[in-house]
Each structure stands twice: as structure tokens, then as C-alpha cells.
């Protein structure tokens, strides 16, 4: 969640459910109307509402565990009492999904990693959003809960994550690169440094080439772990670049393959397909370890740059054809009679 200076609430992932099932009552949106501009404690709410000191203070308990209100305890002329504050005046929910940014002939796309299209699990396998597990661990079912959207760390020994990014390219223009981005690491049980795995990555069904990841890293927090996961687990990924450029494939600037982004097929599909798996006849089949934004080392979820180009004289020729258009129209136009 962040704030911003207007005491505006922006929500996004799991935190959404806590916050609108906590304004999901009349009495509780009552509550938060009243604190508008002063601070209650709650006997003060009690009675403006005409309700039960108990059901006041329940519902002063919801508020405040979605951090919506802010609760003091200082003394009273009888012993303590519950000062109550709003804290926010506006709400603002954040969709799950991928963002998209773009700069100067660059689009940026950040896909959440629970986002997948499609997914082929086998244990050890399991994910987990900010604040607990998803499912069951170890079953592959687990993957198809709803709330998958909201994954935060996924791992697999076997299989691959298959995503769709939205094809944002303007009409009419070139790839000149591509440009791919996560924190991830191997697979083991519990966690292992010296664990490699053979990681290959798939660009709309294109082989782009496969990276030996040394290990699977835990054993301390990371900047990004939650307090309730465990260290003895996989608590960080490394963070990997793969791109692929009129030049080839590389990934960290190391060589890969000669697939050239040309041979990615960009321009002919309204989404642009992306797979990370273990090959089932790898050499190292030590399977995936994905992070998200709130997991891990680097905040951020996979994010793809496509860096792209007019071609040369498109402009022109799109003037030309326009002007050629417009006098063939013109040319054949029925001339308008004249009246006397």
C-alpha cells in the first residue's frame, strides 16, 4: 500500500480484499464519516450512533486492521480510553494486470508474475502472495486458485510459467530490440546455493537460448521477504536481463544465440508469448524460482522493453500515399452541375 500527500490510500495485490471487505458495511462507512474532521474516542462514537460499546469497538478493530483508522490508547477520567482517527480521505484501488509505460520509442511492459496464461507445475512446487500460501504446497492444482493473480514467489522443479504480454507496438514500426527482466533462481528442497538449473526462455514459440542458474538462494531475509516466511527456504532470486537484437541473443551481455529479434515474428500476433521453463531433457533439471515486486531482492515484476524505430521515409511515403488518395478521389468525382 502507499500514500501519497492528499491522504489518498492506493491498494493494490491482496490488500485490496482486506480494505474493501472492511468498508463493506454501512456501519463501519458511518464510523468513517464521523471521524472526518475530529478525533473520537470509542464511548464518544457509541453513543452518536446509538449503538453497543462492544459492536463499536469491533468495528473500530476492522477499520484499523485494514489501516484505515489509526487508534490511540491514553488516559481517561476512568481509567483508558480509545482515541479514534481516520487516516485517509480518498481510496484508490490499483486492478491487478500488467502495467505499461512508454518513453521516447520505448514501450515498457511490468507483468505480475501471478499472471501467467498457462503453467505446467510438478513438485517441489507451490506460490505465495505477500501475506501467506496459495493453496496447497507441492500440489499443482494450486496454481488455478484464483487468487494466483496475486503471487508474490512461484517455484517448480519441473515444467515452465507461460505469459502473455500485450503487443504494444504502434502500427507501422519496427523491433529493434527486446529486452527482458526478473529476479529468479533454481529449485531445491529448502534451498541450495549449489544447485544449478538449465533455464530456457521461449519468445512467441522462438528459442531464445538457455542460462545455467548456479543455485537456489536462502538462508537469510532478503530486503523484500515478509516476516512470517521462513529463512530456511528460498528468500532471494539474481537478477537477470535477457535481450534480443538485430545482433542476436545475449543475457547480461553474454552471448546465447544468433536469434535475431527480426525472427520473433512481433508484428504478426496482438500479444506476445513468453515461456520460462526446464527442458525436460536438460542437462540440469533444478526447476524455476520466480519473484515478484514483494519477494525477494528488487522490487519489480517481470518487466519486457521493447525499444522500436520508424522506418526510414515512412512518414513521407505515408504523405505521399495520402495526397495520391485524395487526388484520385477527386479525380474521379462526378463534376458538380453548375445551375443557370
Known sequence: MAVDGSRVLLVEGDEVLHVTKALASETRQAMLGLLTDQVLNVSELAAAMNMPHSTVSFNINQLQAAGLVSVEIEPGTRGTQKLCAKRYDEVRIRLPGAAVESAQNVISVSMPIGSYRHVEAKPSCGLVSEHKIIGLLDNPRSFFEPEHVHAQLLWFAEGYVEYAFPNNL??????????????????????NPDWPSDVTLWINDVEIGTWTCPGDFGGKAALLTPGW?????????????????????????????????????????????????????????????????????????????????FPRGAAVNAAVTARAAKLAAKATAKPRRRTP
Open 170 to 191: 504502434p502500427y507501422g514500426t519496427r523491433a529493434t530490440s527486446l529486452d527482458l527482466s526478473m529476479e529468479i533462481c533454481a529449485e531445491a528442497p529448502g534451498f
Open 229 to 309: 516466511w521462513q529463512t530456511d527456504r528460498t528468500t532471494y532470486g539474481l537478477l537477470k536481463q535477457w535481450s534480443v537484437s538485430e545482433q542476436g541473443a545475449m543475457i547480461d551481455g553474454v552471448v546465447l544465440s544468433p536469434v535475431a529479434v527480426d525472427q520473433l515474428g512481433l508484428s504478426k500476433s496482438n500479444h506476445i508469448k513468453v515461456r520460462l521453463g526446464v527442458k525436460d531433457d536438460a542437462r540440469h533439471r533444478g526447476g524455476i524460482n520466480l519473484f515478484g515486486r514483494s519477494f525477494g531482492n528488487y522490487p519489480q515484476d517481470i518487466v519486457m522493453r521493447i525499444a522500436f524505430e
